[in-house]
């Protein structure tokens, strides 16, 4: 099991951009921006709650996914909807709870 997570590990970091770029930039998801100033060192991370959270889990492409012994669904993914462009090719950690209520997606740091 370890291998395999592991595995999907390397497989996900190989999908991530590695390309950089300096500057000031927004970041939104939902009704929530952050203004940051980008280098090298700094990678900004994106949550979605909710219906943002939902729309990351059905606009992403799947790369693993799985039902934890608390019965909560988990999923890891590569947006790629058209809602928040900022996200696009990003890869998402997500969350859906058992009864189909919660959701929540962090992304993963920017590899640099």
């Known amino acids: 099991m370890l291998q395999k ?17 300096a500057g000031k930039f927004t970041i939104c998801v939902g009704n929530q921006c952050n203004n940051q100033q980008n280098n090298q060192q700094t990678s900004q991370r994106l949550t979605a709650k909710g219906h943002e959270a939902l729309e990351v889990i059905t606009r992403g492409n799947e790369v693993t996914s799985g039902v934890g012994s608390n019965g909560w669904s988990y999923f890891v993914v590569n947006y790629q909807g058209q809602k928040y462009p900022k996200a696009v090719g990003r890869i ?3 969350k859906a709870s ?15």
């Open 5 to 21: 997570i592991l595995a999907t590990s390397l497989v996900v970091l190989s999908l991530t951009s590695t390309t950089a770029s």
């Open 92 to 94: 998402f950690s997500c």
């Open 98 to 112: 058992p009864d189909a209520v919660q959701f929540e997606c962090v992304s993963w740091p920017e590899v640099r």
